[in-house]
């Protein structure tokens, strides 16, 4: 179950949701705090969404205050890089650089976007952290090729 | 001698994020580096527990972006009021930021993602901190003995045993006391660290002295201590604060130049430092003082050559593109410091930067820069732009300066149509325009270290609040203007007229006004080259 669990990660890895930020966090737990990476992950999702709510309602306001929505956008971007989700790092990026240039459409294509990553990464990582629950306590982290 | 040493174990490190996530991280990764860690959500609240306990933290760990106050701000205010070393830390790691930051005195800028290693190096900045005050306080008054201190400092604390951590707090300087006292300081000196509290009647007892005695190159911090007749208080004292009184009032003289610049084109004549300044002043004693005091900081920019930075972006440091030919033999000219001694007295007693600080910008606008009250920052700004001009003014050292208060003026009047220009709004386009960049970053070396000079305390008593508010800013202002500058003083030539010569020049050489981007940008640099 272990091996199943490893090969999660690696997918992850290797799809790009994670990157190595996501190791540095793993070389972090340690027994004194055994579900380090779990919690900081937990405290991401909780934080972000608040951040992307923020976001939405900017953006549902119509008046696209872009240097407001570009603080936003860097603040979210700060805290994607915590865990090392680095889609959705890249789409902050995307974004950033449509509210410098003035683009309504491509802010809330982008956005649409960075919610669905977002997402799908909350996702992954909520399968990941139970299958590794379930397979006991975890190996040490190994750096995925 | 104690065989004490240097240990980052232990290390008190203050973390300031509002990124909840980035706040345990960083505390986990720092508890890994065996520092003692404290972190803090809010700016306001970190500067709160900072002032709590002046002497509980070792070094301040920041993000740039904070909602209730603007990171660098956080970063002046620490470095100033209590003179830790601050690393700064973004995600962003655009050149202009970075700058801004080493400009504001951080020791480092860290980008985000940040690694174990980068934070297991921190207490580095500590050490470095802690010999360069000792360096700094030996080198400011007293005579010699700053070389051999520096040598033996370094080897006592590079090559000094692992007995003595942070925890146990500044056992590590107990060796300065016998350098101090080898000076024949009577005063039972503490550690270096030991810190004054210079309060109204205190700090009142020294301007005396200060007048008494009257132009700076006399006013050395003996002198000064001996005509304060206070017992317990050390020359090292006084002479850091000397430090601190200097950039003060230079800082003021930038203001008042700025206000009335033509009056100061008369001072242009006068040769450096000298009892001409003095005339027309209110009180010539403090007046030479406060000249001399500002001379001396063109005369410590002027000193440095100027270095590329590290980003490539910049232009040949060495070419005075933006400074006309003839304004080489610019040099300051201070307006009579009328108003210098007056706010100086007003500032008695001195207080923690005000939370109130950027609400109240308005006192301060209005008496040096005539300007419609400004947001806080703008006040910053303007705060900032006199030390710009002065820098300006500094050309025979191939100083990229290149306007005059005149500019200056003109140059704030185009605030009214953006109120908002900050410093925060660094224009990177403005890079290539701005050889005060290469400056700045060579001031930047010496900022880092007189900043750290600077042991500066402030009492917690509050008076007016308003007024205190203006002149801590002001205060404030003038520390980083001194510190980047120093105190060494030099013979400087002038040129009359040199405002009116310079009032077609603009600031970079180019026959327009810069965009408030590049305004503000230039008065960041400003801030810290002047």
């Known amino acids: 179950m272990q091996r199943q669990v490893a090969l999660i990660k690696q997918s992850l890895f290797d799809q790009g949701y994670l990157d190595e930020q996501f190791m540095e966090l793993e070389e972090l737990q340690d027994d004194a705090n055994p579900n380090f990476v779990e919690e900081v992950s937990a405290l991401y999702f909780k934080d972000s969404a608040r951040l992307i709510n923020n976001i939405d309602q900017a953006l549902e306001r119509g008046s696209f205050d872009f240097n407001r929505l570009d603080s936003y956008m860097h603040q979210f971007k700060g805290s994607s890089t915590s865990i090392g989700a680095s889609k959705v790092k ?8 449509y509210c410098r240039a003035g683009n309504a459409e491509g802010c809330l294509r982008t956005f649409q976007q960075l919610k669905k990553e977002h997402s799908m990464l909350r996702k992954k990582l909520e399968q990941y952290f139970q299958l590794a629950r379930q397979a006991g306590p975890k190996e040490t982290a190994r750096r995925p090729k | 001698m104690e065989k004490s040493g240097f240990s980052p174990v232990g290390l008190r490190v203050l973390v300031v994020d509002d990124d909840p996530t980035w706040l345990k991280i960083l505390e986990k990764m720092l ?4 520092y003692e860690v404290t972190t803090c959500g809010l700016a306001r609240e970190a500067l709160r527990l900072l002032r709590e306990r002046k002497d509980g933290y070792d070094i301040v760990i920041s993000d740039v972006n904070m909602p209730d106050m603007d990171g660098f701000k956080l970063l002046e205010h620490v470095g100033l009021e209590l003179d830790l070393p601050v690393i700064m830390m973004s995600v962003d790691g655009e050149t202009s930021r970075v700058m801004k930051g080493v400009q504001h ?9 940040i690694r174990m290693k980068e934070l297991k190096i ?18 400011c008054g007293y005579e010699g003995g700053g070389d051999w201190i520096t040598r033996y400092d370094e080897a006592h604390f590079l090559g000094g045993g692992e007995d003595v951590s942070f925890g146990k707090k500044r056992k590590d300087f107990d060796f300065e006391k016998k350098l101090l006292q080898d000076e024949s300081d009577p005063s039972p000196s503490s550690s270096k660290k030991a810190r004054v509290v210079w309060s109204v009647e205190l700090h009142q007892k020294f301007v005396n002295a200060v007048n008494q005695i009257g132009c700076d190159h006399k006013a050395g911090p003996k002198k000064i201590l ?83 930075l590290a980003s490539a972006s910049l232009s040949d440091p060495n070419t005075d593109v933006i400074m ?38 308005v006192l301060y606008e209005n008496s040096f820069l005539q300007q419609p009250p400004l947001p806080s920052q703008s006040s910053y700004v303007a705060n900032s732009v006199p030390s710009l001009m002065e820098e300006e003014m500094k050309s025979p050292y191939e100083t990229p ?22 410093l925060q709004d660094l224009d990177p386009s403005a890079i290539s325009n701005l050889k005060l960049q290469e400056f700045s970053s060579n001031v930047t070396n010496n900022t880092e270290a007189i900043l750290r000079s600077l042991n500066w305390e402030i009492p917690e008593s509050h008076h007016s609040a308003s007024l205190d508010t203006d002149l801590d800013l002001i205060w404030l202002q003038g520390e980083r203007f001194l510190a980047n500058t120093g105190l060494q003083f030099q013979d400087y030539s002038s040129s009359p007229s040199l405002l009116s ?30």
């Open chain 1, 90 to 97: 890249a789409e902050c990026t995307t974004f950033r650089e």
């Open chain 2, 31 to 34: 508890k890994k580096c065996s």
């Open chain 2, 105 to 113: 005195g951080a020791c480092d800028y860290l980008l985000k993602p």
């Open chain 2, 122 to 139: 921190i207490w580095q900045h500590v050490l470095r901190k802690k010999l360069q005050e000792v360096r700094d306080i030996e080198g």
């Open chain 2, 226 to 308: 001996d005509l304060m007749n206070v017992p317990w208080l050390t020359r090292e004292n006084v002479a850091s604060h000397l430090q601190k009184y200097r950039l003060y009032l230079s800082r003021l003289e930038k203001g008042k130049e700025l206000k009335c610049y033509s009056g100061g084109v008369k001072n242009m004549d006068s040769s450096p430092k000298d009892a001409e300044v003095n005339s027309g002043y209110q009180s010539p004693g403090k007046s030479s003082y406060v000249f001399s005091g500002g001379n001396s900081l063109i005369q410590k920019v002027t000193e440095i050559d100027p270095k590329p």
């Open chain 2, 324 to 361: 006309p030919p003839k304004t080489k033999k610019t040099r300051i000219g201070f307006d009579p410091p009328i108003s210098s001694s007056s706010a100086f007295d007003s500032l008695l007693p001195w207080n923690d930067v005000p939370e109130t600080l950027e609400s109240k910008p």
């Open chain 2, 401 to 422: 300066a290149g306007g005059s208060s005149v500019n200056v003026d003109e140059f704030l009047m185009p605030q009214d149509k953006n109120p908002s220009v900050t």
């Open chain 2, 501 to 530: 010569e310079l009032s077609p020049h603009l600031w970079y050489g180019n026959e327009r006004l810069p965009d408030p981007d590049e305004y503000s940008f230039m008065v960041d640099q400003g801030l810290f080259i002047s």
